[in-house]
């Protein structure tokens, strides 16, 4: 792996477009900050990534990302604290994860210092950037995608590593009522369904947009060949309480290793809620709902942290989840964001100061 | 469905690339002509297509394609005749297949009359870049992205089709030794593997890197849940012919409708040749080639039209198939390839001229 020689270039804006920004009514991932880092593969190696000002992309009508959808992302936040510290949650695992998907669709995994230095450089310069408001952040847009061109289908020979920020707000707002799938699938064993690549998040949305016309806010996603299993959540990973016992699917080459999942499993065990990573069935999940043994299911992932589910629809049923006055949901949401913010301690060592 | 109400505009290029091009030594896909066909998707509806300078696209970083994997292809490809008559093969089949593709990515279909009457317009101005060498054609790639911006995992409200032509020689040359999967994956059940996505092109790159590194060249995939049925060879259906029976898989919605599958298996039919459209096991074939009965196998596609397999891989043992002198892939091919190229009479009313 290529390793940092020389501090990362940066090349500044010369205005800023920060004083159009409303801080206090912000929406999620629509307004971007003034820099990104931009780094290019070619003949062979990544080159050194700089900050650079905002800006458009220009690419050949030919680029595979066109035609064949050889990308990956990642999704992280910056917090700032009270004394303008900034803060990120386990980094380092989303740059793992980049590289793990990056290998999956060909494409060349990046060297670990080019991401992690060049995420710290252009979080220094864009540090106005992330709000202090409670429930807001600076949401970070790592990714990668096939720049060379032509319309062989195989990979391509340049590809283009970006960083981009977007001061967010809440990804969603309230609970949801979700559908589980029976017809549609989101990966298949031996595909892809692990990575976070592009392709398989554009193959939930038609699903998603036929749920959404009965009166359901998402989808969960069951395996794709008996329909049996509970998966994924919408693009988050999925947590169902039953009783006091909080459940979760094993990770596999269909189910994303989702970062705020492993962090759930783990705060949830050191609080001595009782976990289990296990298949779990929708059959046992509509029996719970009957028996009234069903206490909560969850969405977790870096962009809603937690979204807590209202209820769920099966094969023509609805099933509505009881109001809890203390949720799993509330106080491991609660528990992770003190983390991520520096509101409290980190037993764990998952935060990370940016200096 | 809109369609036009006018002759499609055509802003021409000031200079012309043509001469730097080499006709008799074309590659596959990496020259393109002077002209594209440009449609935008805004505010709700597709605007009216132009002919215009072949030129680079730009766009926001925060463009959804970059992120969520939303594009949807075709390829096609024009032929030129003695007398420099233009023609297209079934070329309404790749419009319909388009949208069909479109509507599993949630992706706005695009009018007929746009696709038809916008490839024609492009066709008439780039004329000239129709080779007229044996084994040479001007392949077309239609395709759709998602052109508007933002993070947010849904689908996006501006798209963009281009029409853009590559002069092109063969894609293949010569045989290829193929590997049966048996652990990666191309699609799942309920997945978008009928639709040309371009996450369904990514997610086979690895894996066909896999099998080149042991000695092959291109990957025979097989279902997801068991590894026993024969699906598709690389980024093409398959055919396998057992003693002078022709087999091929049933279309489902893991299996791509392809073009160039329906015609081989109309033109075999007319011909006399056994074929059966059923689910072939890895089992059979494998005991096919062991007794002697395993005649052919071949790939078809637009780009290669019929890719002839020299033997398989499976399961640490190597299979080699016949060498026969009259095969139905090299009969077959010259039968659909006279008859795009218009040397021959066209009983099925598959060939298609530009006027």
New interface residues.
């Given amino acids: 792996m290529n390793t940092l020689t020389s501090e990362i270039e940066i090349i500044k804006s010369k205005t800023s477009k920060i004083n159009e920004v409303d801080f206090e009514n912000l929406s999620?991932?629509?307004t971007?900050s003034d820099h990104?880092l931009e780094c290019h593969y070619k003949n062979g190696k990544w080159e050194a990534p700089k900050v650079v000002p905002?800006?458009?992309?220009?690419?050949?009508?030919?680029?595979k990302?066109?035609?064949?959808?050889?990308?990956v992302?990642e999704g992280m936040k910056a917090y700032k604290d009270a004394n303008d510290d900034i803060f990120l949650f386990r980094p380092l695992d989303n740059c793992k994860r980049l590289n793990i998907s990056s290998?999956?669709?060909?494409i060349p995994e990046l060297p670990e210092s080019y991401f992690m230095e060049g995420l710290k450089a252009l979080l220094k310069v864009d540090s106005d950037w992330i709000p202090k408001k409670d429930g807001s952040s600076l949401?970070i847009?790592p990714?990668v995608?096939?720049s060379g061109?032509?319309?062989?289908?195989?990979?391509a020979d340049e590809y283009t590593f970006?960083i981009?920020c977007?001061p967010?707000g809440s990804?969603f707002s309230g609970k949801v009522k979700v559908l589980i799938?029976e017809?549609?699938?989101?990966?298949?064993?031996?595909?892809?369904g692990f990575a976070k690549?592009?392709?398989?998040?554009?193959?939930?949305?038609?699903p998603?947009?036929l749920a959404i016309e009965k009166g359901y806010q998402q989808v969960i996603w069951t395996d794709?060949?008996t329909?049996e299993y509970i998966e994924e959540a919408?693009?988050m990973n999925i947590f169902i309480r039953i009783n006091d016992t909080l459940i979760t699917g094993p990770t596999s080459d269909r189910i994303l290793d989702g970062i705020t999942r492993k962090s759930i499993i783990e705060l949830a065990k050191a609080e001595g809620i009782p976990v289990e990573v296990r298949k779990i069935t929708v059959h046992e999940v509509v029996a719970a709902a009957k028996n009234g043994s069903l206490k909560e299911m969850f969405g977790a992932g870096t962009?809603a942290v937690i979204s807590p589910i209202s209820g769920f629809g099966y094969h023509g049923e609805d099933f509505d989840l009881p109001e809890l006055e203390n949720t799993y949901a509330s106080s491991l949401k609660k528990r992770i964001t003190d983390i991520q913010t520096n509101k409290c301690d980190d037993p764990f060592g998952w935060r990370y100061k940016v200096e």
Avoid: C, W
Avoid at 103 to 106: E, T
Avoid at 183 to 192: E, L, P, W
Avoid at 197 to 206: L, M, R, S, T
């Fill in positions: 999620f991932g629509k971007f990104m905002y800006h458009p992309i220009t690419l050949d009508p030919s680029a990302i066109f035609h064949y959808g050889q990308s992302f290998k999956r669709l060909a949401y847009r990714f995608f096939a061109n032509g319309f062989h289908a195989s990979p970006l981009a977007a967010s990804y799938e017809k549609y699938s989101r990966s298949a064993n031996g595909g892809v690549a592009g392709g398989n998040y554009a193959g939930q949305f038609y998603t947009q794709d060949n329909h919408g693009a962009a």
